[in-house]
């Protein structure tokens, strides 16, 4: 069984997070991103549950998406 720890402050815990992530790779001079969410395959591939219940949720996603992705491209 995998576990990976989960961190503090990652990408997807909240608005502020992933607007934080992705200002610095902006700052990096990387303007296009990929985020893939593995937590419906996660348990597939053997990882354990704990971890995985950690994990964004669908609702933070989808917020994610539709509001603080819009907002990132209107202020490049």
Do not use: C, K, Q
């Not at 593995?38 to 950690?54: F, I, M, N, P």
């Amino acid at each position: 069984m995998l576990a990976i720890p989960h961190m503090v402050g990652a990408p997807f815990d909240s608005d502020e997070a992933f607007h934080d992530f992705v200002g610095r790779y902006r700052e990096a001079v990387f303007n296009e991103f990929i985020f893939y969410w593995w937590r419906e395959d996660a348990l597939e591939y053997g990882y354990d549950r704990a971890v995985v219940d950690r994990s964004v949720d669908r609702e933070m996603l989808e917020r994610l998406v539709t509001e603080a992705i819009p907002r990132l491209r209107a202020s490049t």
